[in-house]
């Protein structure tokens, strides 16, 4: 069955550095979405993307944050300058568009020290 | 307010017993995920419904849309059925981003 690959499944940097989340989402797939769980907290919608660009975003995607689709098949999410608060769960997901149906990647695990 | 609120938060109980988690919403939905969420972190998506009734193995999900509630059930549980369940709704009128549950961390004992 097709999945939603995401890399790293963790990773730790420094407050202050940048940081790219990747995903590969399902070739098929039109829509694209990136959210978040801080640990013991929701899920968190960050930001969905289709078209080559963001469709939605919420607020906690402020400036800090970006997302794009350098080559048809990546989707990556860049949090410039990481602060403690960023460390969470990261998944990305992935929607045909022809029905509600998503699939999730397994989660990049942030640490920010 | 929640828009999608789970109950109950934490459920225990022993090997084969009938399992139901509750989901309800506020707010006017076209679909309804359930998922699951093991202890590594990863989400897999258990069912989408946006009407009456689905089943798969010994999972049932079940949505009434006039009552904006919707049902997990598992039957004969088993140990390996331990996990986060959330339910997580595509909020009508959105760009089909899902609003999620808090989840319903379940422990089965054997």
């Known amino acids: 069955e097709p999945e939603v690959t995401q890399t790293p499944s963790h990773q730790v940097t420094q407050m202050g550095q940048e940081v790219i989340l990747r995903c590969v989402p399902i070739?098929?797939?039109?829509?694209f979405y990136w959210y978040r769980q801080i640990l013991g907290q929701k899920v968190e919608f960050l930001v969905s993307?289709?078209?080559?660009?963001?469709?939605?975003k919420s607020e906690i995607f402020d400036d800090q944050f970006s997302v794009e689709r350098p080559d048809g098949s990546n989707f990556t999410l860049k949090i410039r300058s990481t602060k403690l608060e960023d460390s969470a769960m990261y998944f990305c997901?992935?929607?045909?568009?022809?029905?509600?149906?998503?699939?999730f990647g397994s989660g990049t695990r942030l640490t920010v020290v | 307010k929640n828009e999608v609120e789970q109950s109950p938060q934490n459920l225990t109980a022993q090997e084969g017993e009938f399992i139901t988690i509750n989901c309800s919403y506020s707010?006017?939905?076209?679909?309804l995920h359930w998922l699951q969420q093991h202890p590594g972190g990863g989400i897999v998506s258990l069912f989408m419904?946006?009407?009456?009734?689905k089943k798969h193995g010994r999972l049932i999900a079940t949505i009434n849309i006039q009552e904006k509630h919707s049902s997990l059930h598992i039957t004969a549980s088993h140990p390996r059925d331990s996990a986060v369940y959330i339910c997580?709704?595509?909020?009508?009128?959105?760009?089909?981003?899902?609003?999620w549950g808090a989840g319903t961390k379940l422990i089965i004992k054997p």
């Open positions: 997901a992935s929607r045909t568009g022809e029905n509600y149906g998503y699939t």
């Open positions: 707010v006017g939905i076209s679909a």
């Open positions: 070739s098929n797939h039109l829509y």
């Open positions: 993307f289709y078209n080559n660009e963001i469709s939605e």
């Open positions: 997580a709704a595509i909020k009508m009128d959105s760009n089909y981003q899902l609003i």
């Open positions: 419904l946006s009407s009456g009734k």
